[in-house]
Nanobody
Framework: QVQLVESGGGLVQAGGSLTLSCAASGRTFSRNPMGWFRRTPGPEREVVAA????????YYADSVKGRFTISRDNAKNTVYLQMNSLKPEDTAVYYC??????????????????WGQGTQVTVSS
């Protein structure tokens, strides 16, 4: 059974930092893109950042560019999201996802077929 397990969420003051981790088990994603998405109150998940299988290509939403950094360790089957200069509008449930079908990087949520359970990030003003 494939599982993605996020950790590292929590409560932080505006301007602070958090690092999210997502460990995959049950299969390797070393040849697949992985990403971080978030959902604020509402039904839609928006992409935050995504990374190619090699780590050579990354994508960031405009709202997080220059503040967030996505990285991965294929030996550990783990992807990370370093979040700096956090703002209250970053408050959301953050989800890790893996695209098990493709090798090229995509950013639409429907390309990702494996999802973690989500971790809450709350940024206080």
């Amino acid at each position: 059974q494939v599982q993605l397990v996020e950790s590292g969420g929590g409560l932080v003051q505006a301007g602070g930092s958090l690092t999210l981790s997502c460990a995959a088990s049950g299969r390797t994603f070393s040849r697949n893109p992985m990403g971080w998405f978030r959902r604020t109150p509402g039904p839609e998940r928006e992409v935050v950042a995504a990374i190619s299988w090699s780590g050579g290509s990354t994508y960031y939403a405009d709202s997080v560019k220059g503040r967030f950094t996505i990285s991965r360790d294929n030996a550990k089957n783990t992807v990370y999201l370093q979040m700096n200069s956090l703002k209250p509008e970053d408050t959301a449930v953050y989800y890790c996802a893996a695209d098990g079908k493709h090798t090229l990087l995509g950013v639409r949520p429907d390309r990702y077929d494996y999802w973690g359970q989500g971790t809450q990030v709350t940024v206080s003003s």
